[in-house]
């Protein structure tokens, strides 16, 4: 039956009707499309209020992964093991954190204009830098209302400082006492084996019944969670780093982005991804029958996330969606 509270806005995407790719009658309901552009020219697009939900995977503003984000440059001077050319994020600013902090202001009030009353925004961040991202959601608008972890295992990055100390030209003996000194220890990195997701929502309209009713957003659908079937969703997510990167550095899981489009949005939602990357959002929103609409900065990533959404758009065991869209 019809929700006649819910405002209708089919026509979101009649501006790209030229440029979706093909649906199959399998899923001919469900819209996707990623854009080759600045996603703060993009959002301009949208109207107020059509958004269910953000889910999204910020540039990380450490070393090189900037606004000015180029893989060809980072991938060329990611050379583990070599002392001489630190791994991307490894190098350490107290800039990087207010960068980010600025550039995310403006996307931020855009997602705050775009998503709907009771929203949720998720925006993946470094540890380290995941209090800029807050602060520019909260500034923004946003209620930050928890931190979830996307649990894996990394590798241990630390650093040894041996190496250092007997290249320095000094008395073997002054080494000899240093290396005695410095006891073995190593940069302050532990292992990595959490990323951090701020969980932002935008003001209700009354109460949850009532925002819901309205908006069919706000409230969380914990019924059939994807990762640990079994149990009451939590703030940490544990989900293998992908395999298949598809040439992107920091690719992320689909099964995690399927479980959290499943709790923090309804079917037939519209999630948006200002940052598509490898289009992982987008395919993950497809997987969960939700709309999706990203952007990516750059032309060979995009034309790759296009890729991948288009052949999960077309296949033929994509279960069927029969539910019309509720904008
Ligand atoms: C952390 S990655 C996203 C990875 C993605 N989650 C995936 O699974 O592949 C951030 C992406 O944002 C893109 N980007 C940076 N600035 C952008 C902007 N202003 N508008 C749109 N995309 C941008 C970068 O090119 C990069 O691919």
């Known amino acids: 039956m019809k929700n006649e509270n819910i405002i209708e806005d089919t026509d979101i995407f009649s501006p790209y009707q030229q440029s979706l790719p093909n649906s199959t009658s399998a899923n001919a309901n469900i819209q996707a499309i990623l854009e080759n552009m600045d996603c703060r020219d993009g959002m301009k697009q949208l109207k107020e209020n059509s958004v269910s939900l953000v889910l999204t995977d910020p540039p990380y503003f450490i070393d090189g992964m900037g606004d000015d984000w180029d893989t060809e440059k980072l991938n060329k001077r990611v050379k583990p093991g070599v002392i001489g050319s630190l791994p991307a994020g490894m190098k350490f600013s107290v800039e990087q954190g207010r960068e980010l902090q600025k550039f995310l202001a403006p996307v931020a009030d855009e997602w705050m204009r775009v998503i709907r009353p009771g929203g949720f925004c998720l925006v993946f961040s470094q540890n380290r830098l995941g209090h800029r991202t807050a602060i520019a959601l909260e500034d923004a608008g946003f209620e930050i209302r928890d931190v979830l972890i ?3 295992e990394g590798q241990a990055k630390a650093f040894s400082q041996d190496h250092f100390i007997r290249k320095r030209k000094i008395p073997d003996k002054e080494k000899d006492r240093l290396l005695q000194k410095i006891g073995g220890r190593k940069t302050p990195q532990l292992k990595p084996q959490g990323e ?9 309209e009354g109460t949850f019944v009532d925002n ?18 079994s149990q009451f969703p939590g703030t940490v997510i544990p989900s293998k780093k992908p395999k298949e990167r598809y ?9 995690l982005l399927q479980h959290l489009i499943r709790i923090f949005s309804a079917p037939r939602a519209l999630v948006l991804d200002s940052f598509a990357g490898s289009g992982s959002t987008g395919v993950a929103a497809i997987l969960e029958g939700r709309d999706f609409i990203g952007y990516e900065i750059e032309a060979e990533m995009a034309t790759r996330a296009q890729e991948r959404i288009k052949a999960t758009l077309s296949d033929q065991n994509y279960r069927r969606i029969t539910k019309p869209p509720l904008r």
């Open 150 to 152: 996307w649990r894996y």
């Open 196 to 204: 951090m997701i701020i969980l932002a929502q935008a003001p209700r």
């Open 212 to 229: 819901w009713d309205k908006w069919e957003t706000g409230l969380i659908d914990v019924n059939n969670p994807i990762i640990n079937a």
């Open 247 to 255: 040439g992107h550095m920091t690719a992320k899981p689909v099964d």
